[in-house]
């Protein structure tokens, strides 16, 4: 393998970065933001000399380091170096640099502005670590490391409560998943012995049965760990509140990288998953996906309809893990990365114009004055609605398809799912063309609205750049990259017409019904909202509409039941901390202790003839131990 | 006879002498400045005797230089080092001759090499008088000062009381066994394993030796001394005799006796164990840094002695290593009071408020030093906590002696008494409601340096223990238990 010392500087670039911010240039900003954005940026370019030098598929498929042994417990430090993790790389330090870059601008009057960009930098190291990560313990540090920086991002506005609050909620709900994450990997050591990826994926692929009675549970308890940081039902209730964090996170973090880690996660250990654990995966995908749209029809904050959005297609995702089809899942994810970091940073642009006004309701006619957000926005609604020929139609087909595809063999698996996958297509395009026409059509529903003003160029410049991936993402040969690993299959390149209207030929019905809902949700939210002035739905749909626009009540249903139970238990053990631990068992020893200290203490009177009766009283009882028996 | 074995402790001697006569030829001004002189003299004979490792016995047994006296020559080297640049910093506060302060502390060190290299009781009991006699002046060197005297006068006769003992131990053990050399000795104490008067020697010798290291019930006397003598002095009663009074306690036991040490693991188990709950009980209620360290001091006396009641070459190297990370442990701690001592006029622990603020060094070499004693990885003295365990509880496996184990506890749980006072110190400096004084403390190069190096010696046999550690075991070979 050429150049095997760059994944390692790929991977550490960014923690330099953010230890040399912290250390020592937290006075001088523009360096702070130098070095960040440096450090990503090149991480990009090695990991594009890399690939060229490489390929796809190294001929050594991991690099690694013993890292501790402790008895029969090994653990190495290494780095995965295959398709999926390359393409992750690309991803990642794309993307992510793109709203590093676009941050530079959107932060610029922050005073904490060198923190933001340490902070930025230590994620990026944290998700390139998961990334590259060659085994179950080293994913799972860096899976937590990544949970920190994300602490810190959405509460990098601290002085706010609610941003704190949404920080402590993202970090605790996560922590419940990651939770059984960590069951779930002690369970695979304990009855495997190893943790290095291609280790268990040797031995399970030899004896498909080798986890035995566990097999489901301990798959379900990794799949726990993506529940939690890809935010699927029942822990998605952090992933909206987490909008508290500034746009460039929410962009980074919580839509294009980090939440999505919980579907690259569930890909890189595909083969531990069993077809019950796959069902119940596939199933909550479904669910979610539903949900979520459901919820973001009737939210009135850009970034919060924006961030159901993300819930909804992540939803999709592992539904796709779940169906088998883990090419569809990554492209999706990949689609997915450009087209909603567009959308969040284009929602930033606005919300910086209107000096961080966030309702939807308060904004309009902002087409004119924004053009070229206007114009990148267009292009992120469309390809997240499907619309062909953008990269979120290809994306998202492929995964219709492929539930089409298992309910030929499984009708009860497929073909409720897909069912679903169309509706929620359906959906998606009304809420986010409903946010789109509020947005940038009608009149001027506020004073700020009428004195906003297109973004600076540092701004504009990633959003016209994602813009354009956001547009030929589909057919630039993704898929065809993640299909060459998890089929084992290489793709021949088909030119550029047939890449186009591939979909048609391979499953014209999914590629029909999902163009024709697109028109529907389109239409639906033209008619509705080009000249509203507020929202008709609510006395069209009445109590339901009521029901969506507070989230189906998850968070109070989480408040009566979860919370109280855990308040209480944390009194009764407050109690029991507080009068028998400490009262009666600390606080007997302490007491006694002190006591026989300040006792003792007495003996040391000063006097000398006192001291030289004790030494000579120690002498005889010295020698009475020793002889007087 | 072999006296180029001797030479280190020749050259010592010499030294001491050359800073005595040097108070007539150097002006007053300058005469703090011999320690530079003293220091550079005893760096070079340290490194020129790592690399000289010569082994073999003069004065017909009497003297011996082997790995275990090698290695204590070494620790006392580098502790009178740190002391001389600690003794700089205190020169300006002694009244009269600190070219003789210099110069005692030469001459003591000098019986601290011999007291290594003693393997017989003649050896033993001049060694031991050098060094006392010798800290005799030392404690009381600040004639000015009515505490100073107060110590200098209970250590004179507490002193005087215990090496009454150790004389007279001796001459029952002679008078016995017609023996005084510890080799041959060992061949012929076998028969007199019975007999009283014998016994009652060898226990007055390590009444003796018990003093010096302060275990109990010979403990009497430290708060006060470490509390009144000038704070170098107490720093190298605290490292120098101590360890001196432990490689004769070393080799009386294993080198000469080992069948009676045998006999008496439990009375080692019962005095280690009283001596660690004594210590670190008494410390809870002080308020006085310097008698804070004294009760300290003691309970580490106890840790140190469960390394001799274990009766085996781990505990022994366990204590030597131990000593080790004790001696910059504590220097450390001695050096901050030393400075802190200059702006203060009591030496309570309230004094310590915003020393972080005050001077950052200060501050995180005492918290270093009392996390170091407390016994918190990294540091030095979690890893020597952890070995003399590990060896006590060996021993209590093999020899299905359950004193052993209930000696783990009684450490354990003197070590989580004792969090409770270290802790308080580190409280004090960074937690303290009322700061009155916030002015910057300015520190001499000579401070920093050692500062710096005691720093740097805690983490360095915390964390790679095994240069060390391979030292200790070799020189608890030379014992031949």
Known sequence: MKYELLPWLILFLPLVAAGGITLFTLRYRTVSALLSIGAIVTGFVLSLIFINANGWQPAVGEISKNWLSIGTLHIDFGLKLDALSMMMLLVVTGVGGAIHIYSFGYMHEDSGFSRFFAFMSLFTFSMLGIVLANNFIEMFIFWELVGVSSYLLIGFWFEKPSAGDAAKKAFIVNRLGDFGFLLGILMIWGILGSLNFSVLQGQLSQNSLALGAMSTIAGLLVFCGAVGKSAQFPLHVWLPDAMEGPTPVSALIHAATMVAAGVYMLCRIFFVLNPEALHVIAYIGGFTALLAALIAVQQDDIKRIIAYSTLSQLGYMVMAVGLSGQTAAMFHLTTHAFFKALLFLSAGSVIIALHHEQNIWKMGSLKQKMPVTFWTFLVGALALSGMWPFSGFFSKDSILAQALEQGHQLPWLGYPLFITGVLVAGLTTFYIFRLFFVVFFGKEKSEIASHAHESPAVMTLPLVVLAIFSFIGGYLGIAGVYHGLFAGETEKSAGLAAALFEPFINSPLAAALGLCVVAIGFFAAFSLYAKADKDPLPVILGPLATAMKNKFYFDELYEATVIRLHDFIAAVMDWIDRWLVEGLCIGLVRGGTDLTGRALRLVQTGNLQTYAFLFVLGVAVVMYFVLGK | ?481
Request: proline share 3%; hydrophobic share 55%.
């Open chain 2, 1 to 481: 006879m072999n006296a180029s074995l001797m030479s280190l402790e020749l050259w010592v001697i010499v030294l001491g002498v050359v800073l005595m006569l040097a108070d007539f030829l150097v002006a007053p001004e300058r005469r703090r400045f011999l320690a530079y002189l003293a220091i550079a003299t005893l760096g070079a004979l340290l490194i020129t005797n790592l690399g000289d490792a010569t082994t073999g016995t003069a004065f017909h047994g009497a003297f011996v230089e082997d790995t275990l006296a090698i290695f204590f020559k070494r620790f006392f080297l580098i502790a009178a080092m740190l002391v001389l640049f600690m003794s700089l910093e205190f020169s300006d506060r002694i009244a009269g001759g600190i070219s003789e302060y210099y110069s005692l502390i030469a001459f003591a060190l000098s019986g601290m090499l011999f007291a290594a290299s003693a393997n017989d009781f003649a050896m033993l009991f001049v060694s031991v008088e050098l060094i006392t006699i010798t800290f005799y002046v030392l404690t009381s060197f600040q004639r000015s000062r009515l505490v100073s005297l107060e110590a200098g006068v209970k250590y004179l006769i507490l002193g005087a009381l215990s090496s009454a003992f150790l004389v007279f131990g001796i001459a029952l053990v002679w008078g016995t066994t017609g023996q005084l050399n510890f080799t041959e000795l060992a061949r012929v104490a076998a028969q007199f394993e019975t007999n009283k008067i014998f016994l009652i020697g060898v226990l007055f010798v390590l009444v003796g030796l018990g003093f010096k290291i302060a275990a109990f019930p010979f403990q009497i006397w430290v708060p006060d001394v470490y509390q009144g003598a000038p704070t170098p002095s107490t720093a190298f009663l605290a490292v120098g005799s101590k360890a001196a009074g432990f490689v004769l306690l070393l080799r009386v036991l294993f080198t000469a006796l080992p069948d009676v040490a045998k006999h008496w693991a439990d009375l080692l188990i019962v005095i280690s164990g009283i001596t660690i709950l004594y210590g670190n009980l008494c410390a809870l209620p002080q308020r006085n840094l310097r008698r804070l360290l004294g009760y300290s001091s003691i309970s580490h006396a106890g840790y140190l002695l469960l390394g001799v009641a274990a009766l085996s070459i781990t505990g022994q190297a366990a204590l030597l290593y131990y000593l080790a990370g004790y001696l910059f442990t504590v220097v450390a701690a001695f050096l901050v009071i030393c400075v802190m001592m200059r702006h203060l006029d009591s030496e309570d622990i309230s004094g310590l408020a915003g020393l972080n603020q005050r001077s950052p060094l200060l501050a995180t070499t005492l918290t270093l030093a009392m996390v170091s004693l407390a016994g918190i990885p990294p540091m030095a003295g979690f890893f020597g906590k952890f070995l003399l365990l590990k060896a006590v509880i060996q021993q209590g496996a093999i020899n299905h002696n359950h004193g052993y184990y209930c000696l783990a506890f009684t450490a354990l749980a003197g070590v989580v008494i004792s969090l409770y006072y270290y802790f308080g110190v580190i409280r004090a400096i960074y937690w303290s409601k009322n700061v009155p004084d916030l002015s910057p403390i300015p520190l001499s190069g000579s401070v920093k340096f050692a500062a710096c190096v005691c720093i740097a010696g805690m983490f360095w046999i915390g964390l790679f223990p095994s240069v060390v550690l391979n030292l200790a075991t070799e020189a608890a070979k030379a014992l031949a238990l």
